[in-house]
């Protein structure tokens, strides 16, 4: 499963998809992802990175490294999908949320309905 920061934030602040994650066998984020997690968390509470750390190590979640293939991918996702093009509104991040899962065939766990507006499948109740 393909973790995009906005669940991930989401069970730092106690919202829900803890039960969805810790059940995932294997839950992978694109350290793009990562990066605007700790930007949102900092924006929003200041200071939080090492209790995101803890909890993707406590999670057992994977940064994965973004390759040059998932940005070619995230930028395709931009241009469909992205702020100003399409319904679903995709920012910048989670146009590597949207490449991983591509590229791994892993459904994506997110908050929102961003992503229920394009093609990828779904892990999210």
Do not use: W
């Not at 066998?25 to 900092?42: F, K, N, T």
């Not at 070619?72 to 949207?98: E, T, V």
């Amino acid at each position: 499963m393909i973790v995009d920061p906005s669940a991930l934030l989401a069970v730092v602040f106690a919202e829900s998809d803890g039960e969805e994650l810790a059940a995932a066998p294997i839950a992978r984020m694109s350290s793009a992802g990562y990066v605007e997690a700790s930007i949102r968390l900092d924006q929003l509470m200041g200071g939080m990175d090492s209790r995101l750390d803890q909890l993707i190590e406590l999670m057992g979640i994977v940064v994965e490294p973004v390759t040059f293939g998932q940005a070619k991918i995230a930028r395709a996702a931009y241009l469909m999908y992205g702020k100003g093009n399409h319904p679903a509104k995709l920012n910048y991040g989670d146009c590597f949320s949207y490449a991983l899962a591509k590229v791994t065939g892993e459904p994506l766990l997110f908050k929102g309905n961003d992503f229920s507006q394009t093609d990828i499948v779904c892990a999210s109740s």
